[in-house]
């Protein structure tokens, strides 16, 4: 459950005129200061975006999963971020494929290996288009996690 | 003997951990023995010596002479059918 790794003080809704890098240290920085990330986190997110993006098309809908390398983690965690309009992210393995992200979700690892069941977690309510659209008309962090709460519910 | 299969991404932190776990999970179900290397698309040359295919979630420019199967259909879950496909018939190509 992904539920129990969100926190609405993580949450941004209706992020305005952010550009990308603005929008991950934004995000970054929540983290940090959640105690989940160390300092050296959102300029890690920035620098790591750049030369390996995570934009992702869902089946038309346009998402973003940012992370960085383990060493800038020090507990497991997700900030969630839906910006006012959309986003422009590259398309994860591609350098010349763009996505317009609706949903940010930048995520802190610091084992991958112990935390596979975390990321698919994650993966699953963000394949679902119902959730996604759900979740970039929520105007409040409230109703982020009522969501995201809602649909881990009825999937289990 | 077992064949290696490479997973990459940019980071091996998130989404070839994913794939992994598929690709794994594939290889269980089809009765294919292989064995993965995880590692960054930047590590790929290091240890394709040996390995008959290349799944990542990262670009990866380089030809290495093997096959090549991206591995984004498991993370956004549109087009896994076919990349489990691609995946059986590389590896009993070789």
């Known amino acids: ?35 989940l990330c160390k300092e050296s986190y959102p300029e890690a997110l920035v620098g790591r975006e750049a030369q390996s993006p995570t934009g992702i098309d869902m089946d038309g809908f346009g998402i973003a999963i940012p992370h960085t390398d383990v060493s800038h983690v020090l507990s497991p965690g997700i900030a969630v971020g839906i ?11 591609t350098d010349d494929e763009f996505v317009d992200a609706r949903i940010v979700c930048a995520l802190a690892i ?34 982020v996690m009522d969501i995201i709460r809602a649909k881990e519910e009825a999937a289990s | 003997m077992k ?18 776990n598929k690709v794994a999970e594939l290889c269980a179900e089809s009765g294919v023995d292989i064995e993965i290397v995880q590692c960054r698309v930047s590590e790929i040359s290091s240890h394709a010596d040996g390995a008959v295919l290349i799944v990542a979630t990262s670009k990866v420019s380089k030809d290495y002479g093997i096959p090549f199967v991206s591995g984004m259909p498991f993370i956004s879950g549109v087009g896994v059918d076919k990349a489990r496909q691609a995946i059986l018939d590389a590896l009993k190509s070789e």
């Open chain 1, 1 to 35: 459950m992904i539920i129990e790794r969100l926190d609405p003080s993580r949450i941004r809704v209706g992020m305005a005129g952010t550009s990308r890098d603005d929008l991950l240290r934004e995000l970054g920085t929540a983290l940090v200061e959640g105690g």
């Open chain 1, 83 to 93: 910006p006012a309009s959309p986003v422009r992210f590259t398309a994860m393995g």
């Open chain 1, 110 to 143: 610091d084992d991958p290996g112990a935390h596979l069941d975390f990321i698919e977690a994650l993966l699953a309510v963000l394949r679902d288009r119902a959730t996604l659209e759900s979740l970039a008309a929520a105007g409040t962090a409230g109703e």
């Open chain 2, 3 to 20: 064949k290696r299969v490479i997973v990459a991404c940019g980071g091996a932190v998130a989404t070839s951990t994913v794939a992994a």
